[in-house]
């Protein structure tokens, strides 16, 4: 009697079918339907594709400029402390007479 008391109902299994996702295919439909031509996507989606090719505007190509953009400038300005360090280093009296300073120093 007790195990009809607290019997608890098997839980339904869930179903998941994998789908294959190809984010080429993706982009490749949004760029036909930016251009007006026949595509698989719903009506919201060719308005916003048609928008952004009309604005000349799409979030990822902005994104990708501005970060090569800002690597870009990074290696340059590190490049540059790197050579003017150098420069300092080997070919200016400026470290010798730091040295002969702390010398003289530890002299007195």
């Given at each position: 009697m007790g195990i009809f008391m607290f019997h608890r109902p098997e839980m339904p299994k869930f179903k998941y079918v994998p789908r294959y996702?190809?984010?080429?295919k993706e982009e490749w439909e949004k760029k036909k339907a930016a251009r007006g031509l026949d595509a698989n996507l719903s009506d919201?989606?060719?308005l916003r594709a048609k928008l952004r090719n009309k604005w000349g505007r799409d979030d990822n190509d902005?994104?990708?400029?501005?970060r090569s953009t800002a690597n870009t400038l990074r290696y340059v300005v590190v490049f540059g402390f790197a050579a003017l360090a150098i420069y300092f280093i080997?070919?200016?009296p400026l470290v010798e007479?730091?040295?002969?300073?702390?010398l003289k120093l530890g002299e007195k």
């Open positions: 996702y190809d984010p080429e919201s989606e060719k902005v994104r990708d400029k501005k080997f070919f200016t007479n730091f040295i002969n300073m702390f």
